[in-house]
């Protein structure tokens, strides 16, 4: 476990289950994220990883089982109870898509400060504050600038913060969406396959980002991703998600060498992976 890393993990997702009519799309998946830590979500094509995250942030609700946010300050959320915008702006918890959604018109840093000002209007009192000018209000705006400059810094972008952000360069936009995202403070980071599209020097790029969000913010993070050269290196724990169930749960070396993983990507039975891997030279 990484230095940091509390015994409570961040997110503790327990028996979840969710149904599309008579398809089971999550079967009865429990698994753990914890702070400081990159857990990777894997699996096939049509596994249930997104499925997963969607329950987690609240755009499905579960058919069955729990999921439980528990802050660093000790509070604890139960999220498949909570709309997705407050899971969000009280629970801690952002993400990213697969499918960059920015806002291609505002610039840069207008990006990271809308995302913040949807943290400011969250609750009734802030509302009110922003319509009155509150000295408060001011203060917190003052905040918000001073955080998205620094996460400007961090993901490399301070020269493009007057950029309309559709403008810029498709790695870059990664970069911006994930200071976006940790512009809000989250204590769980979820991303939706984060380095697809990027070459290999970007890659590296955001592999050392996300390691350093873990070391200095602390922050859990969660992702999904088919990269696997990606996975092994930066993830600390793997879970491998097949048919909608929990096929392998470890370190990466474990898993990666598991015959149920091997047998589920190569899309064989188990009985014959040893077979499939003298085939193909594995
Ligand atoms: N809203 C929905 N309505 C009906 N079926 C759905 C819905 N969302 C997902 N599914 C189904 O649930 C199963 C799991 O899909 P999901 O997108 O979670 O898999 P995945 O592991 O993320 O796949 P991929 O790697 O291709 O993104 C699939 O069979 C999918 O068609």
């Known amino acids: 476990m990484s230095a940091g890393a509390s015994d409570t993990p961040v997110l503790k997702v327990e028996h979840l289950t969710m149904r599309f009519g008579g398809l089971v799309a999550v079967d009865d998946v429990s ?77 840069v840093l207008e990006n990271l400060m809308v995302a913040q000002h949807q943290m400011l209007t969250a609750g009734p009192a802030r509302a009110l504050g922003s319509l ?29 913060a007057d950029q309309a952000a559709g403008d810029l360069p498709y790695g ?58 990606v996975v092994m290196r930066i993830s600390d724990h793997v879970i491998v998600l097949d048919h909608g169930s929990v096929i392998a749960d470890g370190p990466p070396d474990e898993v990666q060498n598991d015959e149920h993983v091997i047998a589920a990507y190569l899309g064989v039975p188990d009985e014959e992976v040893a077979e499939v891997e003298k085939e193909v030279g594995a």
Not at 36 to 48: D, H, K, R
Not at 54 to 60: L, M
Not at 222 to 227: P, R, T
């Open 172 to 229: 870059d936009q990664r970069r911006l969406e994930i200071a976006r995202a940790m512009c809000t403070r989250p204590e769980l980071l979820c991303l939706d396959e984060p380095a697809a599209g990027l070459n290999a020097r970007e890659s590296d790029e955001l592999n050392g980002l996300l390691r350093s969000i873990c070391t200095e913010e602390n922050t859990a993070i969660l992702l999904i991703e088919h990269d696997m050269s």
């Open 31 to 107: 698994l753990e994220a914890r702070r400081g830590e990159i857990t990777a979500l894997i699996g096939p094509n049509g596994a249930g990883k997104t499925t997963v995250f969607n329950c987690i942030t609240g755009f499905y609700k579960p058919t069955e089982g729990m999921i439980i946010l528990t802050q660093a300050n000790g509070r604890r959320y139960l999220l498949e109870r909570m709309d997705d915008h407050v899971i969000n702006a009280t629970a801690g918890v952002a993400r990213t898509f697969q499918n960059i959604r920015l806002f291609p018109g505002m610039t």
């Open 132 to 160: 009155i000018g509150l000295a408060a209000y001011k203060r917190a705006e003052a905040d918000a600038l001073s955080l998205a400059i620094h996460w400007l810094e961090r993901v490399g972008l301070t020269a493009r």
